[in-house]
């Protein structure tokens, strides 16, 4: 923070926090018939949706946004 205020004497320096989070549903792992002693076979499709949440904050104003 010094080195930019001493860069930039004119300019106002802001400090901000930011934080992210990713939620995500899991795929679901279900039950299927098979032969005794032998795997069941899967199609391999793994289906995964998820949500990036960012969030900003200004300490020293007390302010937030995302």
Known sequence: MAELRRGHPDKEVERWC???ARLGLKPVARRVWA???RRPASN???KFESL???G???PRAG???S
């Open 18 to 20: 930011e934080d992210e």
């Open 35 to 37: 032969l005794a002693g």
């Open 44 to 46: 391999g499709r793994h």
């Open 52 to 54: 990036f949440v960012y």
């Open 56 to 58: 900003f904050a200004h």
């Open 63 to 65: 302010a937030a946004g």
